[in-house]
């Protein structure tokens, strides 16, 4: 009876392990997609001000990712 505790008890713990490593390639995953947003959202925004005086679409997508990563840290 105690062997049968025990491998329920490795089982389980395998299954949380499972589980926090799929969370952690998920969480890894939304990290590219919310930085490919915030660019996208800041590309959108410098379009709009007048006083941005970047017209390149590449040198305002550079800036974009230098200044996000900046205040990220």
Same mark, same amino acid.
């Given at each position: 009876?105690?062997? #049968?505790?025990? &491998?329920?008890?490795? !089982?389980?713990?395998? @299954? !949380?392990? %499972?589980? !926090? %490593?799929? *969370?952690?390639?998920?969480? #890894?995953?939304?990290?590219? &997609?919310?930085? =490919?947003? $915030?660019?996208?959202?800041? @590309? *959108?925004? $410098?379009? =709009?001000? $007048?006083?941005? +005086?970047?017209?390149?679409?590449?040198? *305002? =997508? =550079?800036?974009?990712?230098?200044?996000?990563? +900046?205040?990220?840290?």
């Amino acid at each position: 009876m105690k062997i #049968l505790t025990i &491998y329920s008890q490795l !089982i389980k713990n395998i @299954l !949380i392990f %499972i589980f !926090i %490593i799929l *969370a952690m390639i998920v969480v #890894l995953n939304f990290s590219d &997609y919310n930085l =490919k947003r $915030s660019v996208d959202a800041c @590309l *959108a925004g $410098s379009q =709009k001000l $007048s006083e941005s +005086k970047i017209t390149d679409l590449k040198a *305002a =997508k =550079k800036f974009c990712e230098e200044e996000i990563k +900046k205040n990220k840290d």
